[in-house]
């Protein structure tokens, strides 16, 4: 009996599929996350900022994850966010 292969779908290609396939503008949800955060960022390196329940964690100045609320961020979280992110914006 052969046992079919099975596959990994990155976040990229997650994000694609989100866009292409099912047709929801990302640009819109990116401005929107954006405008909720901006007025709360202080150019600082690392931060993590709360709004409407969620941490919005902040890396060199990009939004890199979005947590609950409750969710304490270290500064390893920070760089492990940030070095994902960095990856998918290539």
């Known amino acids: ?3 079919r292969a ?3 779908v990155t976040d990229h290609a ?3 599929y989100i866009e ?3 047709g929801i503008d990302l640009q819109h949800i990116r401005d929107e996350i954006a405008a909720k955060v901006s007025p709360l960022y202080v150019g ?3 931060q993590s900022v709360v709004v409407d329940g969620f941490r919005f964690v902040i890396a060199d100045g990009h939004v890199a994850t979005v947590h609950d609320a409750s ?3 270290s500064k390893t979280g920070f760089r492990i966010a940030y070095e994902r992110e960095r990856k998918f914006r290539r």
Do not use: G
Request: hydrophobic residues 50%; without cysteine.
């Open 1 to 3: 009996m052969n046992k």
């Open 6 to 8: 099975s596959v990994a």
């Open 14 to 16: 997650l994000m694609r």
């Open 20 to 22: 292409r396939v099912m």
């Open 44 to 46: 600082v390196r690392e």
């Open 71 to 73: 969710t304490n961020v």
